[in-house]
């Protein structure tokens, strides 16, 4: 069985101009890391030219869905029928994106079918990464 789900998604970028261009994306799951997703957007879809990856709560993109949830620079709302509006918040500015909220919960339950939502501890080894920051104390 395979510890790491990757998905492209088609993100709709939000801007001044009438039309929404959309850029590709992918979200990642990784069990070495339960409680987080990945959001990478390639280089030509970016800013700085150079690819820009985003890690956050999955239980934010969970509750995002249903409702607006985020105070930092992560946010997610539902929008509409079937997307959801993620806003992405950095020093150089602030990229809204538009994704089909069905991309979004089929990851979703990829995600769910490796890691059960409320499992995510039992993931974690915690004996090895105590001994590891004993380690490094000495």
């Known amino acids: 069985m395979s510890t790491l789900i990757e998905q492209?998604?088609?993100?709709?970028?939000?801007?001044?101009?009438?039309?929404?261009?959309?850029?590709?994306?992918?979200?990642?799951?990784?069990?070495?890391?339960?409680?987080?997703?990945?959001?990478?957007?390639?280089?030509?879809?970016?800013?700085?030219?150079?690819?820009?990856?985003?890690?956050?709560?999955?239980e934010l993109l969970v509750s995002g869905m249903e409702r607006s949830e985020g105070h930092g620079d992560v946010r997610v709302r539902p929008y509409g029928y079937d997307r959801t509006v993620m806003e992405f918040h950095a020093p150089e500015g602030t990229a809204v994106v538009h994704i089909r909220s069905g991309e979004l919960r089929d990851f979703l339950a990829r995600t769910t079918d490796l890691v059960p939502l409320g499992h995510e501890h039992r993931q974690l080894d915690l004996d090895h990464g105590l001994a590891e920051l004993m380690r490094d104390a000495c």
């Open 8 to 58: 492209p998604v088609e993100a709709r970028l939000v801007a001044a101009a009438p039309r929404m261009p959309s850029i590709p994306a992918t979200l990642h799951y990784d069990i070495g890391d339960p409680f987080a997703v990945r959001m990478t957007f390639p280089a030509p879809a970016t800013l700085e030219g150079v690819e820009v990856c985003w890690t956050f709560a999955r």
